[in-house]
């Protein structure tokens, strides 16, 4: 998958998986964020799996850009999971007051997969 | 009494210089022994006061400092820039400030991530916020 | 409990003791180098009279019951006795650097590690002392010893600095050695069942313990990859608005790891508090008995306990 910006963006099904490994700054997250819609736009992707295990801090302004592009995702139908969070970035967002509602979250890739193929396999069954 | 072992000062006048000081702060914090969870606190409080001096305060300066008391090391940091400043400081702290939802949230919230916190502004002279962590012993 | 002796070069640097701060600190207790030259020129004197002053020195501390407990036996006391007479000696060579500095701060180091308070070495200090002003008066002049014993007074009191320097350093380093193992002790996390962790809470919770206990839950759940984490606060005495936030905030933090929390142990007391105290857990799975809870947490990963199948005829 081609992307514009540094951080890249695979297929796996019908879902996306994306490894954030750099600073989300400005022109870094703006690229990021077009390159996601494009893809989900590309591939019909209903699901996306975005993949923090390698952000050692994550601020309001990172955590406003993972929300935005998870409701970004989910106006064209995709569902979005943010996985891998580290646990003094958890605890550092939750003593700062910042719940990240709206956010789907796991431990890792394999539980995010999981967690989407089991919604899209609920929505395809009617349940 | 607290003594200051070194400083530094790094300008903020690009967004660049955010991620520089975050760094810098992130270094000294993992040198001097601070645990995952402290290195944290303060690398994200160190990146929301740098933001907002950049964002709101029309750019400025950060001095990173390394203190000890004898025993125990801190990292005081400083952030200060000659913006607009805050008109309702209070409103700011509760972090619900609508317009400045933004600056609101983050500085409020980096209020809970360290020991000590300082913040002085004046409506059109610009604003200074002081930050320190300490070691657990 | 004893442990390898802290490295004095590393005491040193974790003090920040450098070249500045032992000339800013020679300038306070005003040693100068003519107080070293003075006490050089004395070391025959030291020598003469080092064996006499080490044996009043532990006639001092053999003599009280407090202070002979840390010299259980006597090739302790022969030993002792030797560091000591090197001690008095040193005190005559007429250096003061970052070398000697370390020697000293060793002193205080062990002194923190067999267990011996400040007080003991500051009162065996006076007595250094008084041996000194008394032995040099006999055998120096009276202006002589005057200036001797002035100089040898800067450098008891500045060793003594150092050794409650290090001291106080040892001791919180134990101090913070000690409460990283309340910690641990504090919230004992189990493995219920894969993928199912329990903590026990006992105890009250304050900031401070709420803080910790959500480090480490959060460090167990990623490290067993946990999925539910079963909270169990029948063993905290007040559940108040503070604890129930600290529980929500620890609840919010596991969900951003990917980790459901359940709560059990909610007596009937408790749940009466919280209400009338207007506290909303209901966005959290409570429960009042742990074994609802955990048949809550298997059903959450798709399991169930099935009664055992009856033994084939």
Excluded at chain 1, 39 to 45: C, D, F, M, N, Q
Excluded at chain 3, 94 to 118: F, K, S, T
Aim: a neutral charge.
């Amino acid at each position: 998958m081609s992307a514009h910006g540094p951080i890249p963006i695979l297929r796996v099904g019908s879902n996306l998986l994306t490894t954030i490994h750099i600073d989300l700054h400005d022109t870094v997250a703006e690229a990021f964020q077009q390159d996601v819609l494009l893809s989900i736009e590309r591939t019909g992707a209903t699901g996306l799996v975005i993949d923090i295990t390698g952000l050692d801090e994550v601020d309001t302004y990172v955590a406003r850009i993972l929300a935005d592009t998870g409701r970004m995702a989910k106006l064209m139908g995709a569902q979005t999971v943010v996985v891998g969070m580290r646990p003094e970035v958890a605890a550092t967002l939750i003593r700062m007051g910042y719940l990240m509602e709206g956010v789907e979250t796991a431990l890792d890739v394999d539980e995010g997969l999981a967690l989407l193929i089991d919604r899209q396999n609920k929505k395809r069954r009617g349940t | 009494m607290v003594e200051i072992v070194q400083s530094w000062e790094l300008p903020i006048a690009r967004e660049e210089d955010i991620v520089f000081v975050r760094r810098k702060a992130r270094a000294l914090a993992q040198e001097r022994g601070f645990d995952a969870f402290a290195t944290a606190a303060l690398t994200t409080a160190a990146s929301e006061l740098a933001r907002n001096v950049w964002v709101h305060g029309g750019g400025g300066k950060a001095i990173i400092e390394e203190l000890t008391d004898g025993y125990r090391t801190g990292i005081r940091l400083t952030f200060a820039d000659e913006g607009p400043g805050i008109a309702d400081v209070d409103r700011v702290m509760q972090g619900g400030f609508s317009t400045a939802r933004s600056l609101g949230l983050g500085v409020s919230g980096t209020r809970r991530l360290v020991e000590e916190f300082d913040l002085q502004t004046q409506p059109g002279k610009g604003t200074k916020v002081i930050i320190c962590k300490w070691t657990r012993f | 409990m004893r442990r390898d002796p802290t490295p004095a070069r590393s005491l040193r640097t974790r003090l920040s003791f450098d070249e500045r701060e032992l000339q800013s600190r020679r300038n306070f207790f005003g040693i100068t180098d003519d107080d070293l030259a003075r006490l050089a020129r004395l070391e025959p004197f030291a020598h003469k009279h080092m064996d006499d002053v080490v044996e009043e020195f532990y006639a001092l501390l053999l003599g009280h019951p407090e202070t002979k407990r840390f010299f259980p036996d006597d090739a302790t006391v022969r030993r002792v006795k030797r560091l000591q007479r090197e001690y008095f000696v040193a005190l005559f060579a007429g250096r003061c650097d970052l070398e000697y500095v370390e020697n000293r701060l060793r002193v205080g180091a062990v002194h923190e590690q067999i267990g011996m308070a400040p007080r003991w070495y500051i009162g065996a200090y006076r007595k250094y002392l008084s041996q000194l002003i008394e032995r040099m008066t006999g055998d120096l002049g009276h202006a002589d010893a005057t200036a001797a014993y002035e100089s040898a007074l800067k450098l008891v009191m500045f060793d003594m600095s150092l050794a409650i320097d290090a001291y106080i350093a040892a001791n919180l380093e134990t101090l913070g050695r000690h409460q990283a193992a309340i910690r641990e002790l504090s919230t004992p996390v189990i493995k219920v069942q894969d993928r199912i962790l329990l903590l026990p809470l006992i105890g009250a919770i304050d900031s401070q313990r709420a803080q910790q206990v959500m480090e480490t839950v959060l460090l167990r759940v990623i490290e067993e990859k946990a999925k539910v984490m079963i909270i169990d606060i029948a063993g905290v005495p007040v559940v108040d608005t503070k604890v129930a936030d600290h529980l929500m905030k620890t609840t919010a933090a596991m969900r951003l790891v990917g980790a459901q929390t359940i709560l059990t142990g909610i007596s009937a007391q408790v749940a009466r508090t919280i209400i009338q105290l207007g506290v909303d857990i209901s966005s959290m799975h409570t429960l009042a008995r742990l074994q609802d809870g955990i048949e809550l947490a298997l059903s959450m990963l798709g399991l169930q306990i099935l009664p055992a199948k009856e033994p084939n005829p």
